[in-house]
Structures are given as C-alpha cells and as structure tokens.
C-alpha cells in the first residue's frame, strides 16, 4: 500500500510538471538563420499566442538591426557554415549539448551551393545526418525543414531547385511518428530580386515571408512537443 501522503505528494509533482510547458525552439542554420530579423517576428507573432513561454535556444545572441530589444535572440545560426561540414564535424552534438531542444528549425545548404558547389546528393546526405544528430539527443525532437530561398545570383538557383526538389521526399523516407519532419516552401513565392537585401540575405519583405512561411509549421511542432510533455507527465505519475 503506498501511503496516502506519499501518493499526494506524487499529484504535486506531476500537476507542476504538466503546467510547465516550456519548450525549447532552436532555429538552426548559417546566415540566413543568424543575421535575418525573421526570429523577431516570429517571437513576437507568438507573443500572442499560447505559445508565448516557448524558449528559444542556442548559442548566438547577436542584435541584427531588427529594432526589437525584447525578442528573444538565442539561435544557433552559423554565417557561411555548410551544412557538409557541419555534419562532418560533427558540430550539431555539441550545440545541442549545451542547448538542449524540442523543436528545430533548419535552413542549410545555401552555403554548400554557393561557395562550393557541392553535390545535392552530398548535402542532403548531411541533412540525414544532422538529423540523427538531433534525434540522438532528442528521440523526440520535432523537425521543420526548410526548401531553401532563392539567391539574387540566378546562376545558382537551378541548383537551389535540385536541392529543393530533393528535400520532401528525402523527409518523408526519414518521417518518424515521435519526431515527425515537416517540410516547407521558402522558395515558391520569394523573390530572388524584391526580397533579398543583399542577393543573399532576407530585406523586411523577405523576413515577413519568411516567418509566414516557417509559422504554421512551429505551431504543429510546438502542439507535438506539448502533446510529449503531457505523455511524460504521465509516465512521472506512475514511476
Ligand atoms: C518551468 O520551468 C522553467 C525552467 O526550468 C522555470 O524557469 C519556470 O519557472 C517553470 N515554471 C513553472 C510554472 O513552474
Ligand atoms: C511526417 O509525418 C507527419 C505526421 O506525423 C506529417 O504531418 C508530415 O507531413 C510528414 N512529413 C513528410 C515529409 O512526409
């Protein structure tokens, strides 16, 4: 018989854990993650919402120009980092070491294309890797992949194309139940010339579409990770 009081003390515990819905959002990614106010617009988009707790996690910090002193910064945007050597490196382990998530963000490859021009089948093997990566630290982690913005530089954007056209049904082969990818459309609708501040980089047009674009999707990842929270809670009540 487990005694009464100890069994109260058990509902305690689970009813603190099932309140504390914080998750944990890492926008991961090169430049396009890092020095974009696209994070700021998202942050506070949800400001509105129930997701207002909702964490964002990483190890850069950096004010971009985005007049927001009060979004939170946290990403783990790397300028000019190909996702190649990202997964070569091995370096998404210890950023998720440090910074532990639920929810990621991805938007890589454009760095792979247009500094190296590299294989889109070397890339989107990478993208299977760093998705082991996340799901090593996170069985659970809840994935939005992005099919990439155009550049300014038209010259690359077949290749951009190629990458894109890869990208869903490379997802859908890796899709798990518990760590579901979802895939969206940066590209359809972005312009390479009115969009871009710097034929690379979003201007505020650009950052609006994007954060259009990413939004709906946190909001199934954000329910998913929630909906775990709830499952875990229950396994807590009867441990
Ligand atoms: C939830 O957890 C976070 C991080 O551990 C903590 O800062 C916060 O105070 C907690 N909130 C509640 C309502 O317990
Ligand atoms: C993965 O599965 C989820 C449902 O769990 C679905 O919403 C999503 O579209 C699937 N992703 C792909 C790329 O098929």
Known sequence: MVPVALLSAFSILGLATAQNTTIRYMPFGDSITEIICWRALLWEKLQTTEWASVNFVGSGKTENNCK????????????????????????????????????????????????QNKNVADIIAAFTRLVGTARTHNPKMKIVV??????????????????????????????????????????????????????????????????????????????????????????????
């Open 68 to 115: 927001d002193a009060k979004y939170d910064r946290d990403n783990e945007g790397h300028s000019g980092f190909l996702a190649i050597d990202i997964a070569t490196k091995n370096q998404l382990d210890g950023w998720l070491k440090t910074n532990p998530a639920d929810v990621l963000t991805m938007h890589l490859g454009t760095n792979d294309i247009v500094q």
């Open 146 to 239: 992005a099919q990439i913005i155009p550049m300014g530089m038209g010259s690359y954007n077949t290749k951009i194309q190629q990458l894109n056209a890869q990208i869903p049904p490379w997802a859908a082969g890796l899709n798990k139940t518990e760590s579901p990818i979802w895939v969206v459309d940066q590209y359809t609708g972005f312009s390479g010339s009115a969009d871009l501040r710097d034929g690379v980089h979003p201007n505020a047009g650009g950052d609006k579409k994007m954060m259009d674009v990413w939004y709906p999707a946190l909001l199934q990842a954000f329910a998913a990770a929630k909906a775990d929270q709830g499952t875990s809670t229950a396994v807590n009540f009867i441990a």
